[in-house]
């Protein structure tokens, strides 16, 4: 909305100094009739951009679609018939004083009986459009067709042909990140050791398949077998291959950017060393269910944080123009795009594959709904798998009925099936929205109580030095008290900060949670829209129905079996085993980071383990309180 309004009134401000210049310029000398008619093509031109920037012209998908562009034609020339009555008088003013203020005021007045005028005509050609174009949309989404928002046109969708245009981008995209738009090449990214790319030979900005390439040439004339005269020969192969090695790796390139070569004893692990990926997977139980909704969004976004925290590091020195920063968010958007589309790619597939056996009917109903029931009892094996189970269900179930109720009968299933859908999606954002209110409280509450702590330890430290920091003024406690009497000791204040910041975890996990489940339910709108309308040229709308009934069938016993999980679940998720969850995950992708190996089931043994060292310590604490208080009386 504040686009649209945005557009009007820039196109107002065109089409009014467009007026206003009109009425100050000069007679202009003889033209022959060649640069008269060049000079009519450019106006027109301008005047047909300013047409379309006010009116929505495009060919509309159907009568909705029409009556839709319409509303928003009327819309537009009322708010440009209105800001062309401001303006006018305004500019002629600023060019001829009062006299141009009367001219502006003349000409605002009859824009703003004009323009409304000609929206109110678009908008009901628009209209007769989308109605014209009704029958040509029905019969066409009966076939099967999908509708491009971009070409303004129907066609047949195949979803192979599509991850392939993905992957062709994704190559497309490599080779183009380090190139403005015009094709210039950026110049060189500072990094805090280039000794890796001067092996290569390559430059900083250089890209996957450019390094391999150079690795590729380098390798073949320092190869040990081309130097036998060489005793270094083999030396320099392996130190070539290191460098490719890390710098082939985005994680491991970065950190390399922004460290430089660390020794191996003085390796120092830090937030450059977490796969946000393998952090989430490892936080959240999701390897299991990764073919069917792919990788979070909420690990994708925290890891391309992470990613644009690491070059502000590394290019902190540097300043980059307007041009060149603009570029990069427009790169940055665009491969967050694709790899949206890419995952909802991929797990369309998947989807078809799983299916597949019912569709073809290699396998029954009933041996399809034991595969089912199989599959979703492994899924909620893991820690949070009965809220997967149950999110992915209720999706998958939910949009095959809005397909098959849309085509069958007179599609008032299908209508009823959507109005359930809404209702759902509209209780996922409203726990969203209570999700988020809750972590802001806990977060804040968390962050006042740490500085409260802080200060605290200011003040006894202060209070010290103060005395002297004398023996006894320490042994006195002039510290913060326990509630039985003894001085606190710093020690117990990080403990107390610890358990502050536990406090606020089931919040936060709350959210992440809320977050999930909407990009799930998403997700999986787009993945079914691609499975259902897939080689529909080919296939009959009966087969495209037998793949929703599949769809239907995995998705009711993947709810169901979750359902019958979480209510017999025993298991709580306190904040003591959510900040287990996180160090566990925190341990694995640094151990992968080094090159280490290790399973999700080990993962989730290292889980149990460190959750039975946490409660010895606690019993361990609790029984020497009990002794203290015990000795004390």
Not at 49 to 75: I, M, N, Q
Not at 470 to 483: D, H
Request: charged content about 30%; proline content about 2%; aromatic content about 6%.
């Amino acid at each position: 909305m504040m686009d649209s309004t945005d557009d009007t009134a820039q196109a107002a401000a065109a089409a009014s100094a467009s007026t206003t210049s009109q009425s100050s310029t000069t007679k202009p000398a003889a033209e022959t009739p060649e640069e008269l008619e060049e000079k009519m093509d450019q106006d027109l031109a301008k005047e047909r951009e300013v047409f379309d920037a006010l009116f929505s012209t495009r060919k509309p998908k159907d009568g909705w679609a029409g009556l839709s562009s319409g509303l928003k034609s009327v819309a537009k020339g009322t708010a440009a018939g209105a800001a062309s009555l401001v303006a006018q008088p305004i500019m002629g003013a600023q060019q001829a004083g009062v006299k141009g203020f009367f001219t502006g005021l003349a000409a605002g007045v009859a824009s703003a009986v004009a323009l409304p005028v000609a929206g109110i005509c678009v908008g009901a050609y628009q209209v007769g459009r989308g109605l014209a174009n009704s029958g040509e949309a029905m019969s066409n989404a009966k076939k099967g067709m999908l509708w491009d928002e971009e070409k303004r046109e129907w066609y047949f969708y195949l979803l192979d042909q599509e991850l392939q245009d993905v992957r062709a981008q994704e190559k497309l995209l490599k080779e183009q990140k380090n190139t403005t738009p015009g094709g210039a090449v950026v110049d060189e990214k500072k990094v805090k050791d280039r000794a890796y790319y001067d092996l290569l030979k390559v430059s900083t900005n250089a890209t996957d398949s450019e390094l391999k390439k150079a690795y590729y040439k380098e390798a073949r004339i320092c190869h040990p077998d081309k130097n036998p005269g060489d005793p270094d020969a083999a030396k320099k192969f392996q130190e070539l291959g290191h460098a490719y090695q890390v710098l082939s790796d985005e994680q491991s390139r970065a950190k390399y950017d922004r460290d430089g070569i660390v020794e191996d004893g003085n390796a120092e692990m830090n937030m450059a060393d977490i796969d946000p990926h393998i952090f989430f997977t490892v936080m959240f139980g999701s390897e299991a269910v990764k073919p069917y909704i792919g990788e979070l969004w909420i690990a994708d976004k925290a890891d391309t944080l992470m990613k644009e925290q690491m070059m502000q590091e590394v290019q902190s020195e540097s300043e980059e123009d307007e041009e060149t920063m603009m570029h990069r968010a427009e790169a940055r958007s665009s491969k967050d795009a694709l790899k949206q589309r890419k995952r909802e790619v991929e797990c369309a597939i998947h989807l078809r594959e799983k299916i597949a056996t019912f569709v073809d009917g290699t396998h029954d109903e009933a041996e399809f709904i034991a595969m089912c029931q199989a599959e979703a009892a492994g899924i909620t094996k893991g820690t949070f798998g009965d809220v997967f189970c149950t999110t992915i269900g209720y999706a998958l179930e939910s949009e095959a009925d809005v397909f098959i109720g849309t085509h069958s009968g007179l599609g008032l299933d299908g209508a009823a099936a959507g109005i359930r859908k809404r209702g759902y999606n509209i209780s996922n954002q409203m726990k969203l929205l209570g999700a988020g209110i809750s972590a802001a409280r806990a977060g804040s509450k968390a962050y006042h109580d740490l500085d409260k702590l802080q200060k605290e330890k200011v003040a006894s430290q202060t209070k010290e030095a103060e005395e002297g920091g004398s023996a006894t003024a320490k042994a006195e406690g002039k510290k913060t008290i326990n509630e039985d009497g003894t001085p606190q000791t710093d020690q117990q204040r990080l403990k107390q900060a610890t358990e502050k910041i536990e406090e606020s975890l089931p919040a936060i996990l709350e959210l992440a949670w809320a977050i999930n489940v909407q990009d799930i339910t998403r997700t999986l709108k787009h993945v079914c829209k691609r499975l259902f309308h897939d080689e529909a040229e080919n296939l009959s709308l009966e087969d495209r129905l037998l793949r929703a009934k599949g769809v239907k069938i995995m998705g009711r016993e993947f709810y169901q079996i979750g359902t019958l999980a979480k209510s017999t679940s025993v298991e709580s998720v306190d904040a003591t085993t959510i900040r287990t969850r996180a160090e566990v995950a925190a341990m694995t992708t640094m151990a992968k980071a080094q090159g280490q190996e290790i399973s999700d089931k080990d993962a989730e043994e290292l889980i149990k383990e460190a959750r039975r060292m946490e409660e010895q310590r606690k019993e361990s604490e609790q029984k020497q309180q009990q002794s203290q208080q015990s000795n004390t009386a």
